[in-house]
């Protein structure tokens, strides 16, 4: 008998591994925020500059860091990538309708940061990267699992 692992498709532990990625990178961002440090290990050249970023006007949404949102999205969605929740179909809806915010908003700060605030910023761009990569993941891990 095959165990539980062996039964998941790769895109599980796929998922749940960038999902990981996206919390340390929105974490370390979430701690450069509130510790004020200048620790980014991100040049500050004219196009790339972490602290232009991350202190801009567009940095806060409803008076919160837009790193603590980060933050939460990235634990919300570790928690539902868990691999073991997989087996709960009813939370795959929430799984997508996640991601797809996850992305929406990833893409919405890149336009800022392009158009705004002139300047990119490397630990934004890995979140960006890991929320693209997770609705990857979620979609190819749902569509296999209902297909099964």
Same mark, same amino acid.
């Given at each position: 008998? !095959?165990?539980a692992?062996? &039964?998941? =498709? $790769?895109?599980?532990i796929a998922?749940?591994?960038?999902s %990981?990625?996206g919390?340390a990178?929105?974490?370390?961002?979430?701690?450069?925020?509130f510790?004020?440090s200048t620790?980014?290990?991100? =040049? #500050? &050249? !004219?196009?790339i500059?972490?602290?232009?970023?991350?202190t801009?006007?567009? &940095?806060? @949404?409803?008076?919160i =860091?837009?790193?603590?949102?980060?933050?939460v999205?990235f @634990?919300?969605?570790t928690?539902l990538?868990?691999?073991?929740?997989?087996?709960? $179909? !009813? /939370?795959d809806?929430?799984?997508v309708?996640?991601?797809? @915010?996850?992305v %929406?908003s !990833?893409?919405?700060?890149l336009?800022?940061e392009?158009?705004r @605030?002139?300047a990119i910023?490397?630990w934004c761009t890995?979140?960006?990267i890991?929320?693209?990569?997770?609705?990857?993941?979620? /979609?190819w891990?749902? &569509? #296999?699992? $209902?297909? $099964?």
């Amino acid at each position: 008998m !095959a165990d539980a692992a062996d &039964s998941q =498709p $790769r895109t599980v532990i796929a998922g749940f591994v960038v999902s %990981l990625v996206g919390l340390a990178a929105s974490g370390y961002l979430t701690y450069e925020h509130f510790t004020s440090s200048t620790t980014f290990a991100c =040049p #500050e &050249s !004219a196009t790339i500059n972490c602290a232009k970023v991350t202190t801009s006007q567009w &940095s806060h @949404v409803a008076g919160i =860091p837009v790193a603590v949102l980060g933050l939460v999205f990235f @634990v919300a969605m570790t928690v539902l990538c868990w691999p073991g929740l997989w087996r709960v $179909r !009813a /939370l795959d809806l929430l799984r997508v309708a996640g991601a797809v @915010v996850g992305v %929406l908003s !990833a893409l919405y700060l890149l336009w800022i940061e392009l158009f705004r @605030v002139d300047a990119i910023c490397l630990w934004c761009t890995a979140v960006h990267i890991c929320t693209v990569l997770l609705l990857g993941c979620v /979609l190819w891990t749902t &569509s #296999e699992l $209902r297909a $099964r």
